[in-house]
């Protein structure tokens, strides 16, 4: 009896990693997957939806099956095709207008819209939106290797039609800043220039490791923060993601952006780099800031691969290379080991 009083209390409002697992994972409580380290699914991670096992309309059809072969392709060039649009797109209005029609902080919002919409726009391929974040994924979080070029090079031409349409669309306020429309000039090579609109250039004072640094930092915030959004079994986003992702994005053009324009992704800065290269903005963009070019493009993977590293190390319990032996070390080291272990419990 008093142990029935004892039980019948009331529960205490923490929840542990376990119990939140099994009660977003009802069917998990067998006996056989109740000792099933928890996995994180949704934006960000991977392309498990609700609706991936629909049938779509008209299935038999020649585009039917073609869109439905490379769907996951697809939507990270649509994502990052809307990122593009979004972030450019206010960096253009902010610049050509003389700051008239906007401020620094108007460009964090609309790179925050952008991430946003982008993220819902690509829900079908886990809205991964940059190489970096594939690649983190691939290694946390058992996204598949063989997937991640596929990804880059959809996000990279996303990324470049989204320049190509936002200098469409703001050619004639170029043409007008610039001083001619035969003129295009880059940041550090005229007080005018207009090629910053379309990727980043660091400010004149930051040495090649201030540049690696800043990019770094704002990568491993930003994927530390989408392993936070989506651990359900610590507090997590769920389907707020998208809209918390605004925030980070936000927080970060906030806080981080002025030093180097916080890139924080291969093919938000390679792409429009090599449009406006394309377009006439001729050699500078490939060695202002002392050959700038290239640490948007590689700080990325290590900021966001650390970024992972930190928040499964510290806080995630659930599955990851970090969560097994010598922190996945023991994998790389003696790949047959485990296998033959496994196959031997069987016996």
């Not at 009083?5 to 529960?11: A, D, I, Y």
């Not at 925050?112 to 940059?130: C, E, K, Q, R, W």
């Amino acid at each position: 009896m008093s142990d029935e009083k004892k039980s019948s209390g009331p529960s205490s409002p923490a929840i542990s990693h376990d119990e939140h697992a099994k009660r977003l994972n009802p069917e998990g409580s067998s006996s056989d997957s109740e000792h099933k380290p928890y996995e994180e699914h949704g934006p960000g991670i991977d392309h498990h939806i609700p609706q991936d096992d629909v049938v779509q309309a008209e299935p038999q059809l020649w585009w039917s099956k073609t869109r439905h072969m490379i769907r996951e392709p697809l939507a990270e060039f649509f994502g990052v095709f809307i990122l593009i649009l979004f972030g450019d797109g206010v960096v253009a209005q902010v610049v050509l207008s003389g700051g008239e029609k906007g401020s620094y902080q108007s460009i964090s919002w609309g790179w925050g819209l952008g991430v946003m919409l982008g993220v819902y726009t690509a829900g079908i391929s886990g809205a991964h939106l940059n190489p970096a974040v594939t690649f983190a994924n691939c290694v946390y979080r058992k996204f598949p290797w063989w997937k991640w070029p596929g990804y880059a090079v959809a996000q990279v031409l996303g990324a470049m039609c989204a320049a190509g349409v936002v200098y469409g669309n703001y050619k004639s306020a170029i043409d007008v800043y610039e001083g001619g429309p035969n003129i295009r000039t880059v940041p550090g090579f005229s007080n005018h220039s207009t090629a910053g609109i379309f990727c980043t250039y660091p400010a004149a004072f930051m040495t090649r490791t201030g540049q690696f640094f800043s990019e770094f930092i704002a990568s491993t915030i930003l994927m530390f923060l989408i392993y936070v959004l989506q651990d359900n079994g610590n507090l997590g986003a769920g389907n707020l993601t998208p809209l918390m992702l605004f925030f980070v994005i936000f927080g970060i053009g906030a806080c981080f952006g002025w030093e180097t324009g916080y890139a924080i992704n291969l093919a938000r800065d390679f792409g429009p780099r090599l449009v406006s290269y394309m377009l006439g903005y001729g050699h500078e963009v490939w060695s202002a800031g002392n050959y700038y070019f290239w640490v948007p493009m590689v700080a990325p993977f290590f900021g966001c691969t650390f970024g992972g590293f930190l928040y499964d190390t510290f806080i995630f319990t659930g599955e990851s290379p970090i969560n097994t032996p010598w922190m996945g070390l023991k994998r790389i080291l003696r790949p047959g080991h485990a296998s033959r272990k496994k196959i031997h419990s069987h016996v």
